[in-house]
């Protein structure tokens, strides 16, 4: 019997890497991915009621937020200098 070189195994398309830490990574390379990081930021930006984390602390915040200036922003670096991100729902701001 003859096992497939791992080139030959089929790779299951995740559109959320789960990693054993918990960390939670959308793969925006697939629509499946693109669609859920679209979702969480919609929920996210729901949850703040439409406002940025980031008001009240620093004068360059807009205020309020809307969808197409929303990205997540990360209450503890992660990896190198906070090179890795996460898409766990934390906190939002603009861009």
Same mark, same amino acid.
């Given at each position: ?52 984390? +980031? ?11 809307? +969808? ?28």
């Amino acid at each position: 019997m003859q096992f497939p070189k791992p080139k030959e195994i089929k790779q299951k398309n995740e559109a959320v890497k789960v990693f054993r830490s918990g960390r939670e990574v959308c793969d925006l390379s697939t629509v499946a991915g693109n669609r859920e990081y679209r979702y969480r930021i919609r929920l996210m930006l729901e949850r703040q009621h439409g406002r940025c984390c +980031l008001g009240g602390y620093i004068p360059e915040c807009p205020g309020p937020l809307y +969808l197409d200036q929303a990205t997540f922003d990360h209450e503890t670096p992660r990896g190198m200098v906070g090179a890795v991100g996460t898409t766990e729902l934390r906190l939002m701001a603009s861009l």
